[in-house]
């Protein structure tokens, strides 16, 4: 006997073959111009595949009576769906246009599961959660500017509702602690960061390592029985807290020499995956293609697809191996590095990247020439002019064109910037001259 859920969602699929197949097709497309690092990215196309894109996200409300996202009714259309989207964002951040609705479903999920991280641990700072309320508020300023309300803006509304709901209840645990509970919780958030420290550890940690912060935890303990006489606001939670790191204490202790068997691969991924979004953070400005970070995107969500009640299991005995808090140490670490660098991104199309990135170091050199005072002489500053007479010489008309004539995104920024160092220089050459 088939059960309702069952042919509900086989009623579904037949309904939504022709949208699943359009969004395939889509998808394809998309991976296509992903692979290509040859030329860069038609922002014309990436604008026809985003409509495109709409018109099959309008059929699927239509089908699904306006709840695209409901448990009940997701399937393999949902995770195309998704992975359109997330690449949709990547490639509007890679034309420089970071700041329309399409760029912000990538940031939304990586805050969305950043918050996750943070929940299931349960040590957070409130300058950690502002952060985070900061970047949604911006994001929301982003998607209620959008004037068209598509079904796309919908679903990115409703994203973005799921994370401000998480940081709300974030938000309201941190403030339940009492003010004299407060130094007492910011210690433990000190403890769990340190743990984080020495699992990121290149060359590992030692039993020694995790004593000193055992033994920490225990004066702690011990203290804070009369800060608990009074019975002040914060306390079950302070307790929780306290009962959660001795245990991944002794779970990190536990892993010191390795993880278990069945964890093993999946740490090493994740530092793999850590090593390399590092790597990427320090030379993103020059070397990365948005549309990179949908490979980790990919990664990561694989690994999470993994945990079962908020636990990684063995798959053969289905115990909970020792090592859980390595993995959640290295996923938090991870998303932690993503959101900074989305964050950090700046509109301009990646065909005028290698312009703004050349003035952005005219400018900090020019700076750091500042900071030393008066210039020797104006020839010191001759590398400079002619480094920017060249940048100035490749506008047309006063704008910077691709290969093919275009003109893209983060003009303004661009001619800023460059205005920016023709003032610095002016002045330095005043103060040579003078």
Known sequence: MYT???IILNIYLRVEIPVLEQLITIRHKLSALKKDRETYVDANLIVSLYEETVTQIENLDHIRTGDIWSTSSRNRLNDVLDDIMALLSLFFMSI?????????????ITVERYLDQLALMGTYT???????????????????????????VKVLKHKLKKCNDALSSLLLTIQEVSPELKPL???LISIRRQMALLVQKTNGY???????????????????QKLFESNPKGKALIEGLFEQLFQEAEDLKASTNSVSESLAPIVDRLKQIKCQLERLALTHRWTLRETDLYTFHLQLQEVEKLRQNGK??????????????????????????????LSENVPVAEALMPVHNQLSTVRRCLMEVTKWG???????????????ASI??????????????????GQAICVALLNECYDILHELIALADS
Not at 96 to 108: D, F, H, I, K
Not at 128 to 151: G, P, V, W
Not at 374 to 388: A, C, E, G, N, T
Not at 392 to 409: A, H, K, L, S, Y
């Open 4 to 6: 309702l859920k069952y």
């Open 96 to 108: 420089g246009r970071n700041r329309e609705s399409p760029a912000v479903y990538v940031q939304l």
């Open 126 to 152: 409130d300058t950690i959660l502002l952060e985070n309320k900061e970047r949604l508020q911006d994001i929301e300023e982003i998607l209620y500017a959008d004037q068209t309300d598509s079904c796309f």
């Open 185 to 187: 919780h910011d210690e």
């Open 206 to 224: 030692t039993a020694s390592d995790i004593n000193e912060l055992q033994e920490k935890l225990r004066e702690l303990d011990n203290s804070k």
């Open 312 to 341: 990684f299991k063995d798959p053969e005995s289905d115990t909970i191996p020792e090592g859980q808090a390595v993995v959640n140490f290295l996923l938090r670490a991870c998303y932690r590095i993503m959101t900074k660098m």
């Open 374 to 388: 008066k210039p020797d002489s104006v020839r010191d500053l001759y590398p400079y002019q002619m480094k920017l």
């Open 392 to 409: 100035d010489n490749m506008r047309v008309n006063g704008t910077f064109c691709d290969e093919e004539g275009n003109i893209p995104e």
